[in-house]
């Protein structure tokens, strides 16, 4: 089975992530930091990644909630 795509630049991504390692790099610290914890609102977190990937923001300003 082939490797998912990253929704940014299309290039193959680590299956763990929703994003290529030079995207994830990209992002903000802090939401790198909120999207790595694992909480009852982690779910939420990556309901709102998945939402901003969708509407094409910037990876540079993607945030999600604490
Ligand atoms: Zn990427």
Redesign the pocket.
Known sequence: MKDPN?P??D?T?DRRHR??P??WRSLPASTRGRLALRDRRAPLRQQQLRAQLRDHTPVQLIRVSR
């Open positions: 990253c940014t630049c290039q991504r994003l290529c030079a995207c």
